[in-house]
């Protein structure tokens, strides 16, 4: 039985409530089940065992936005095949390119959450964030931003929490608050497998990569239901234009797991998405 095969069986038993302290997966300590209150979430962990993506989990489109130009989202760029979901970006005509998105159905507000995944080294931003839209403001918790084929990017974990209030039609990069940080290590590789966790409860927001803390913050902000969503773009005056050599190019997630934290307050705990294509989908520096 393969390492994997077995981390997975264990897993499966930790989600259906059977304790286990702790797993091993490739040589890492694996958190098997985050300490204190809280309830695994089926509906936001996946570790993509099957032949193709789970609608029933994730959308691959949103009705609203077509993608961040020169980028187009194309559903057909996200597939699953030996355990692990690939999201691919390839070129199109005209200088455009065709990019990944890959949604949870479910919004959730609080968690830890940690995924496995392999960047590819190409200038697209390949990202793991949260994402809210209500009719007074958004609000966007960007766990890591990366494009380790850009120079000087190789070792470099971007995260950042973009804050607006009013309108979100008048929203623009003028008016919205942002609190960027850039994290870098010598003996990180996001071209190999790494594990990435992110804690957000109703007081703090924790990053960690390879159970290394990266960041930490107080949560003034982000009290709303949020979507987890995995893309792939186009930065043009941030990470640069991909090469046709570069492409195609694709990150590639071992598993997403997530936990429900249930100290809070109200218990509040996952809920259908209610409209997340609607307004700026994305943040940030260009």
């Not at 890492?28 to 993506?53: H, K, M, Y």
């Not at 973009?162 to 979100?168: A, F, Q, R, S, T």
């Not at 703090?204 to 913050?217: D, K, P, S, T």
């Amino acid at each position: 039985m393969s390492g994997k095969r077995k981390v997975r069986l264990l897993f499966r038993a930790v989600a259906h409530g059977i304790a286990i302290g702790a797993l091993v997966w490739r040589g890492a300590i694996v958190l098997a089940q985050p300490p204190g209150n809280w309830r695994f979430l089926p509906e936001l962990s996946d570790e993509f065992s099957g032949a193709t993506v789970d609608t029933a989990l994730w959308l691959t489109f949103l009705p609203h936005y077509t993608g961040r130009p020169p980028g187009v989202i194309d559903p057909a760029r996200v597939t699953v095949a030996n355990g692990m979901v690939r999201l691919e970006t390839t070129a199109r005509d005209k200088g455009r390119f065709a990019t990944p998105l890959l949604r949870a159905r479910q919004e959730v507000r609080y968690g830890y959450f940690e995924v496995v995944a392999r960047l590819a080294p190409c200038r697209v931003n390949q990202a793991f964030w949260f994402y809210a839209w209500q009719p007074d403001g958004t609000r966007e918790i960007d766990v890591f931003e990366m494009a380790p084929g850009t120079p000087g990017e190789a070792h470099r974990v971007h995260s950042n929490l973009h804050v607006y209030d009013g309108d979100p039609a008048l929203e623009n990069d003028g008016n919205r608050r942002s609190y960027p940080q850039v994290w870098s290590a010598p003996d990180f590789d996001p071209t190999q497998d790494n594990r990435y966790g992110f804690l957000w409860s109703p007081t703090e927001l924790v990053w960690w990569v390879n159970g290394r803390e990266i960041r930490r913050e107080p949560n003034v902000h982000f009290h709303w239901p949020m979507a987890l969503t995995f893309t792939g773009e186009i930065h043009p005056r941030w990470f640069g234009v991909p090469t046709t050599q570069e492409l195609p190019c694709a990150m590639t997630i071992d598993y997403v797991r997530s936990w429900q934290w249930l100290d809070a307050a109200d218990g509040v705990g996952t809920q259908p998405v209610r409209d997340a294509g609607r307004g700026r989908l994305r943040g940030g520096v260009e």
